[in-house]
Nanobody
């Protein structure tokens, strides 16, 4: 089992930055891909970024490339999403998830956090 808890969300102005954290408390985190997804009001959950268990493979959704950076620290069982140059369309609930065989497809993810709200306004 794995329990994931996101934190770091909140209100931010356009062009600002936030760092989201994902704290894991189970025994699979260091062996699983870590992914971040988001869901905006009225929209389906969207892939944001993923990082392999060893950090050697990283990929991003097209809408966040060049602005967001995913990272992880397996020794601390922590994952991070550094978000910069935020736009109003980045407003969403952000979820971290872990997957034994990760990808940009949410059905592959075995565990999810409860989400943290990010609101970008001008």
């Amino acid at each position: 089992q794995e329990r994931l808890v996101e934190s770091g969300g909140g209100p931010v102005q356009v062009g600002g930055s936030l760092r989201l954290s994902c704290a894991a408390s189970g025994d699979t985190f260091s062996r699983y891909t870590l992914g971040w997804f988001r869901r905006a009001p009225g929209r389906e959950r969207e892939f944001v970024a993923a990082i392999s268990w060893d950090g050697n493979s990283i990929f991003y959704g097209d809408s966040v490339k060049g602005r967001f950076t995913i990272s992880r620290d397996n020794t601390k069982k922590m994952g991070y999403l550094q978000m910069s140059s935020l736009k109003p369309e980045d407003t969403a609930v952000y979820y971290c998830g872990t997957a034994e065989y990760g990808s940009d497809q949410e059905y592959r993810y075995n565990y999810w956090g409860q989400g943290t709200q990010v609101t970008v306004s001008s």
